[in-house]
């Protein structure tokens, strides 16, 4: 009991020194955001309650991030509602349907998890320009599908497993009563699939918000995501670190919020599997 109890105590403890140190980054940014820019040449350490202010989140938000967080958004729920969707039927197959070529062609998805995006970046501009995809606002849906495709292989990888752990009496049963494979996959599986399903949204979410590299090299100016115009915020403000420091508290808050939320689906989903029973 003492080991154990030892044990615990230096795991707990590595974990919160950690996550404080995690943490520094973060609460240093959050507090370059909140104090006007005076104060943070000076030492933000040194503000008080008196100093903090909302006027550079405003500032970041009006002056340049407004749009480019609209566009995050159509980006970031259009393709993880493609992803789920077309994740979710292929993962259905996978699981509890038998074809032709079934394994090979799971291989084949499944590869592509490996593929470097920098290895297709340049040959995606051509594909996206003969598709009529690289101009006014069909660049959403060409991202959209970009993303979507790098995201099917980790939406069949991990929803296929909640699929297959689905109790196959269930599904027989729905069989006898003369359902078909949609509407065993939308009365049955899905809602028992919840958690998974949830788990992959908020990682792919994340995963999409967060794209930087396919935002700059396939969008314009006029449909670039956050993450380009934080970068693009940058450059003309250099000198002024708070706005820089709030515009990254904006870009950081939809997936916390988002990650809130949706805590329990993720947990029992990163969970589910581990007891059987």
């Known amino acids: 009991m003492r080991r154990g109890r030892t044990s615990a105590v230096l795991l707990?403890?590595?974990v919160t020194v950690l996550s404080l140190l995690w943490l520094v980054p973060v609460a240093t940014a959050a507090m370059i955001a909140a104090v006007p820019i005076?104060?943070?040449r000076e030492g933000w350490w040194h503000a008080g309650f008196g100093d903090l202010t909302l006027d550079n989140l405003v500032e970041a938000w009006r002056e340049a991030l407004s749009g480019y967080a609209v566009n995050s958004f159509v980006i970031a729920v259009g393709s993880v509602a493609l992803t789920v969707v077309t994740g979710a039927m292929a993962s259905y197959a996978f699981a509890r349907m038998r074809f032709a070529g079934k394994r090979i062609v799971y291989l084949l998805l499944i590869s592509t998890m490996i593929v470097p995006v920098q290895i297709i970046l340049i040959p995606l501009l051509p594909w996206l320009r003969t598709l009529g995809l690289s101009t006014g606002d069909t660049q959403f849906l060409g991202i959209i599908l970009v993303h979507t495709a790098f995201g099917a292989g980790w939406a069949?990888?991990?929803m296929s497993s909640f699929f297959a752990d689905v109790p196959e009496e269930l599904l027989e049963a729905a069989r006898i009563d003369g359902a078909r494979h949609l509407d065993i996959l939308r009365r049955i599986v899905l809602p028992l699939a919840m958690p998974?399903?949830?788990?992959f949204a908020i990682i792919d979410f994340v995963f999409v918000w967060n794209d930087l590299l396919?935002?700059?090299?396939?969008?314009?100016?006029?449909?670039q995501p956050l993450t380009v115009g934080l970068a693009n915020l940058q450059s003309p403000h250099l000198?002024?670190?708070n706005l820089v420091a709030a515009g990254s508290i904006i870009a950081v808050l939809p997936p916390l919020v988002l990650f809130a939320l949706l805590n329990r689906y993720y947990v029992r989903g990163l969970f589910a599997g581990g007891v059987k029973g």
């Open 239 to 241: 000198a002024q670190e």
């Open 12 to 14: 707990y403890g590595s």
């Open 214 to 223: 396919l935002g700059l090299s396939l969008l314009d100016r006029d449909h």
């Open 196 to 199: 998974g399903i949830v788990s």
């Open 38 to 40: 005076g104060q943070t």
């Open 156 to 158: 069949v990888f991990m």
